[in-house]
């Protein structure tokens, strides 16, 4: 009887490829798996999902991984409200 992969549930088939090649070169496979099997099953499709994002964003930016996109989003968000308080001001 052959086991099933841990990870196919969670990936779909057109990103598993790109999905599980980035966790399995930021975190490893083995740990990953391991961590899965210790979660509920119904945590389970999240934590892939998230780890899965952190691995290619990390990728992506190897020294600030996701926060990258954290402080992107802190820029847009200042940015923004000194935009809409310019506009109050002149009205």
């Given at each position: 009887?052959?086991?099933e992969?841990?990870?196919?549930?969670?990936?779909?088939?057109?990103?598993?490829?790109?999905?599980?090649?980035?966790?399995?070169?930021?975190?490893?496979?083995?740990?990953?798996?391991?961590?899965?099997?210790?979660?509920?099953?119904?945590?389970r499709?999240?934590?892939?999902?998230?780890?899965?994002?952190?691995?290619?964003?990390?990728?992506?930016?190897?020294?600030?991984?996701?926060?990258?996109?954290?402080?992107?989003?802190?820029?847009?968000?200042?940015?923004?409200?000194?935009?809409?308080?310019?506009?109050?001001?002149?009205?």
């Amino acid at each position: 009887m052959m086991k099933e992969c841990v990870f196919a549930p969670y990936f779909s088939y057109d990103q598993a490829a790109t999905h599980f090649a980035a966790v399995h070169k930021v975190f490893g496979a083995s740990n990953v798996s391991k961590l899965l099997l210790h979660l509920p099953v119904n945590y389970r499709g999240d934590a892939a999902v998230t780890i899965a994002y952190e691995a290619r964003a990390r990728m992506g930016d190897p020294i600030y991984g996701c926060v990258s996109y954290i402080i992107a989003l802190q820029h847009q968000v200042s940015s923004s409200f000194f935009v809409s308080s310019c506009v109050i001001i002149s009205l």
